[in-house]
């Protein structure tokens, strides 16, 4: 993932990131964001979200959105990678993504207990509720 824009140049109004999914890539576990809109913008490949109990494929050029208190996750399930920018609205889940790249640095596995750990501190939780 890289950072096009981590909400310093907008007021904390907005953060944008581009992510590279890997084929055969799972997503986070499905979760729920209390305080911001997310939205993705598929520029290349085609990536899965679930959004509740529902599937939606995504291919290049769909634009989903996301608002707070919805269950999502997203994966690419395909055998090639897929290319997508992401919003964030305001910009608090940016450092999200800065904790995650702390763990991997530090040479430790990423576990889903880190996972939860780091979403936690940004308005952000599992969505239990949902399969």
């Known amino acids: ?11 904390h109004r907005l953060a944008i ?9 799972q997503g986070p576990p499905q979760h729920r964001h209390a305080q911001h809109d997310e939205g993705f913008y598929i520029l290349s490949g ?6 509740g109990d529902e599937d939606h494929d995504a ?14 996750t997203f994966a690419n399930l395909t055998d090639r ?19 995650l790249q702390d ?8 576990t889903p ?7 936690s501190r940004y308005a952000t939780e599992p969505a239990t509720d949902v399969d």
Request: without cysteine.
């Open 1 to 11: 993932m890289r950072i096009l824009e981590d909400g310093s140049h907008t007021g």
């Open 17 to 25: 990131a581009e992510s590279v999914l890997a084929p055969h890539t």
């Open 46 to 51: 085609t990536v899965r979200f679930t959004v």
């Open 59 to 72: 291919t290049t050029g769909t634009l989903v959105m996301v608002p707070p208190g919805t269950p999502h």
């Open 81 to 99: 990678p897929a290319v997508m920018l992401s919003t964030f609205t305001p910009d608090l889940y940016v450092q999200y993504f800065r904790d």
């Open 103 to 110: 763990v991997l640095a530090a040479d430790r596995p990423l």
């Open 113 to 119: 207990q880190d996972n939860v750990d780091a979403m």
